[in-house]
Antibody
């Protein structure tokens, strides 16, 4: 049974960098697409971006200048880096899998809450 | 970006009743459309893809319809576990966008 698990610091200071990793267990990272989606507390869902297992990416334009998504197939992991964070980046961050760029996310991690605060 | 508007914001129904949730897109999203269910403290779960194909393990009481700009999620007879927040999603145009959600609550 394939499972996703997000990991990383839960508290990040304003202007610093948020880094999260999603570990895929019970299955291979190929040949899927892997997304990051976030949800501010009590609010709706925002798509951050995705990476294909071979490295191709697609980012939300609203975050593109601060965002990097990368993949490490040897570790069955993919990662998110978001620079220059503000309080507006406080959210529950989910990683998820989808079988195609135009296909919806069918497997999600449990999510990890990241708070941006000094 | 494409804006998805869900209605109603909150729907109050009783178990056994039929639920109809709507999502309207600001422009056509073709069939690149999905519905998700989210319960408190849980990640979203894919219900409907494409926009009428049930995802693996989703009960037959959930059905989706529509194309272009107007989509509907129908729950034929509500079970207690169906009371949750429902989101629509489009991925016809980038960025992928979600509706603001419909809260389905017990009346």
């Amino acid at each position: 049974q394939v499972q996703l698990r997000e990991s990383g610091p839960r508290l990040v200071k304003p202007s610093e960098t948020l880094s999260l990793t999603c570990t895929v267990s019970g299955g291979s990272i190929s040949p899927y697409y892997w997304s990051w989606i976030r949800q501010p507390p009590g609010k709706g869902l925002e798509w951050i971006g995705y990476i294909f297992y071979s490295g191709g990416t697609n980012y939300n334009p609203s975050l593109k200048s601060r965002l990097t998504i990368s993949v490490d197939t040897s570790k069955n992991q993919f990662s998110l880096t978001l620079t220059s964070v503000t309080a507006a980046d406080t959210a529950l961050y989910y990683c998820a899998r989808h079988a195609g760029a135009a296909l919806s996310e069918d497997l999600w991690g449990q999510g990890t809450l990241v708070t941006v605060s000094s | 970006e494409i804006v998805l508007t869900q209605s109603p914001a909150t729907l109050s129904l009783s178990p056994g009743e039929r639920a109809t949730l709507s999502c309207r897109a600001s422009e056509s999203v073709s069939n690149y459309f999905a519905w998700y269910q989210q319960k408190p403290g849980q990640a979203p779960r894919l219900l409907i893809n494409g926009p009428s194909s049930r995802a693996t393990g989703i009960p037959a009481r959930f059905s989706g319809s529509g194309s272009g700009t107007d989509f509907t999620l129908t729950i034929s007879s509500l079970e207690p576990e169906d009371f949750a927040v429902y989101y629509c999603q489009q991925r016809n145009n980038w960025p992928v966008t979600f509706g603001q959600g419909t809260r389905l609550e017990i009346k």
